[in-house]
């Protein structure tokens, strides 16, 4: 009996031209490299330039997915784009990403679960594809988290970058077994009582104002290990893989400390783990893209690869997918 599957037909990212030292941080905050590296991982992360908009990078990183799956731009029906930091209150940033790509057809709209966004969005197009109602689609992470940062805060603005990733997904009949390619399980979770650990203090309704992120770290790191393996346990038990028959893990990359934490609890070897947390920082809905984007086009992730992917972010949100490359 075969299976329609969501399958990952290309991806792409890009990256904001300045990057950011932790030695540049330290300049104009209270903190050290040593001090960053050793908390978090991070040893830079990139900035958007002035003007530069969220659409821009999601439109470049959504280029470069398209170019990798050798589609053009107008075979595309649905763009879901995961952001927190969006352009403007209205319209979705992803209807300037449709018309930035000469795109006149089909629908697209954001998805807002902050880190966790990029799943979210996975698992929202993935529903879209297999229904039959579309055929190929633009998945798309892509934030500007310098513009909400409150850059005198050296517990937030150090783990924080700018950036985007995209994948383009196509509805394939498969035959319906553990060997199939595409989107395999997604397990999605949110806890709303958590609010106050990581949020924005400014919104439309609120203070009508951006606002700035605040996080209770150490709150935040107590749940994460907790969360995301409850998530990947499902995943696991859904499907009957296991830490054993992954290819590659591909964590959101919001702090080495965590990723390190998750994977050993869940017995991931640390040669399936991808990190680009030390380049990139957090650049929440937009690090699982960027990751994968980086595993593919080193050769790292191939064709038939089973890979994980998990995230973490404010709500709280969280989840965990199983896909086949």
Known sequence: MT?????VRGCGSYLPAETLTNAELAKTVDTSDEWIVQRTGIRERH??????????????AARAALADAGMDASEIDLIVLATATPDYTFPATATTVQAALGITHGFAFDVQAVCSGFLYALTVADKFLISGQHRKALVIGAETFSRILDWTDRTTCVLFGDGAGAVVLEAQEQPGLASDRGLITSHLRSDGRHRGKL???GGPSSTGTVGHLRMEGREVFRHAVGMITDVIEAAFAATGESAESIDWFVPHQANRRIIDASASKLGIAPEKVVLTVDVH???SAASIPLALAAARH???IKDGDLVLLEAMGGGFTWGAALLRW
């Open 47 to 60: 900035v958007a330039a002035p003007g530069e908009m969220t659409s821009d990078l999601a439109v470049a």
């Open 199 to 201: 949020f924005v203090d």
């Open 298 to 300: 080193d050769g790292r």
């Open 281 to 283: 920082g957090n650049t």
């Open 3 to 7: 299976a329609l599957r969501s399958v």
